[in-house]
């Protein structure tokens, strides 16, 4: 099978997936427990926002008319309150910030441009008519749609939600990604390695980006490097909505997991990238379950999640739009790699705004993971980079 650049294996993933997307399955749950779900409805307007003409300072309310000028004060409005004051020609109505906009008054002149002696208020200036007020409903009018199924609930989300009365929201239930990692070296967490030996760590931080991509994960025992055993676990892992393996997919003769998948007449849409970590990254599908070979090193299973199977699992979960946050910053020293390979290489976008990318020892080195806030994404055709150039990075 041909090798796929990044953004072919990327188009791949998203295109087969959503291509076999399952009908959506919804739960009904407390906006207190919706954070990071996505959203099965559709969320309205229930009035205009806001619901009345609002000032947007603490000042006077005032016509626009009579300024510059001296103007009567015949009263106040305070948020929380209704406005049952009407405003005549040549008089001020004090008022603070949220309050609604007395009849009369079209503009809101800053309390810091005003001068006050007893119940007259001077005003130096002119002000434009609507000057300092939220006209009603700019925000949204009455049953407007503020939000498209298929949106996650961050925190701007749940505002909204909060804001029009969604004490109970309607989301999509979360898939269950089965994750199985691979090797005859690997041992729990709790044992205790012999030499020859490494705790599985794959397992963890898979677990943790499925949560966050909105799945859930479901954690396999680890699969030695058996075919038996291999294939009596796999099928496990197809009875979830997506199979997450880890390890098994290089060239080594002991990298049994695609003759495994083969045993459950699986086809394969990939099974080389043209990145680095991560090259031998495998996708494809079996039994109606899409699966993903991850290759065993910490950085690539990583990697490799981020930028492939992070997009299977958040169109499981129904986002309508899996996006990589690609962003671009200056490089704090020249950059050069070996053209052919798209690199995502763990960096520190520092406090100064430059990126500059770690030393690490390889895909194995964990802990210099641990000090990147982002991946360098160094392309295919530009082996040479100069110091203060944009490249693009990604966010860990
Ligand atoms: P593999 O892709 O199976 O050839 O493994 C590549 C490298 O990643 C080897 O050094 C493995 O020991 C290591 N590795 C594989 N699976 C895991 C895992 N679950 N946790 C930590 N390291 C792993
Ligand atoms: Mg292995």
Redesign the pocket.
């Known amino acids: 099978m041909a090798a796929l650049t990044f953004a072919d294996a990327r188009r791949t993933v998203i295109d087969k997936v959503r291509a076999a997307l399952p009908p959506p399955k919804t739960e009904s749950i407390r906006l207190a427990e919706a954070a990071g779900r996505i959203l099965a409805q559709p969320i309205h307007a229930d009035r205009d926002y806001p619901p009345q003409p609002r000032s947007m300072r603490d000042g006077f309310a005032v016509r626009a008319a009579d300024l510059p000028g001296t103007l009567e004060l015949i009263g106040e409005v305070r948020a929380g309150q209704p406005a049952n004051l009407t405003l005549a020609p040549g008089q001020a109505i004090e008022i603070m910030t949220g309050a609604t906009i007395p009849p009369g008054a079209d503009s809101v002149v800053m309390i810091e441009h005003t001068t006050a002696e007893g119940a007259l208020i001077t005003i130096g200036r002119a002000l434009e008519r609507g000057a300092n007020i939220n006209p009603q409903g700019c925000d949204a009018a009455a049953g407007a749609v503020l939000l498209q199924p298929g949106h996650r609930i961050g925190y701007p989300e749940q505002a909204l939600l909060a804001s029009v009365g969604a004490a109970c929201v309607t989301v999509y239930l979360r898939p269950r990604v089965a994750i199985l990692?691979?090797?005859d070296?690997?041992v729990e967490i709790d044992s205790h390695p012999s030499p020859h030996q490494?705790r599985?760590?794959?397992?963890w931080s898979l677990a943790h980006q499925v949560l966050r991509a909105g799945g859930e994960a479901i954690v396999l025992p680890i699969a030695p490097d058996r075919m038996d055993a291999t294939i009596d676990l796999i099928h496990d892992g197809l009875q979830a909505d997506l199979l997450l393996l880890?390890?098994?997919?290089?060239a080594?003769k002991y990298?049994l997991v695609e003759n495994a998948l083969r045993h459950f007449a699986a086809q394969f849409y990939f099974d080389r990238v043209l990145i680095q970590p991560g090259q031998p990254c495998v996708f494809g599908e079996a039994g109606g379950t899409f699966f993903f070979g991850l290759?065993?090193?910490?950085a690539s299973t990583m990697v490799c999640f981020e930028v492939f199977a992070r997009a299977a699992v958040e169109l499981l979960a129904g986002v309508a739009e899996p996006m990589l946050n690609f962003t671009l910053a200056p490089l704090a020293a020249p950059f050069h790699h070996k053209a052919g390979l798209t690199r995502f290489l763990p960096a520190r976008l520092l406090p100064g705004g430059t990126v500059a990318p770690l030393r690490w020892s390889g895909s194995?080195d964990i802990a210099s993971i641990t000090r990147a806030n982002c991946y360098l994404v160094a392309a295919p055709d530009r082996p040479e980079y100069a110091a203060a150039e944009l490249i693009q990075i990604l966010p860990l």
């Open positions: 990692a691979t090797g070296e690997l490494i599985n760590s794959n397992s880890s390890g098994g997919v290089s080594g990298d290759p065993g090193n910490p194995g």
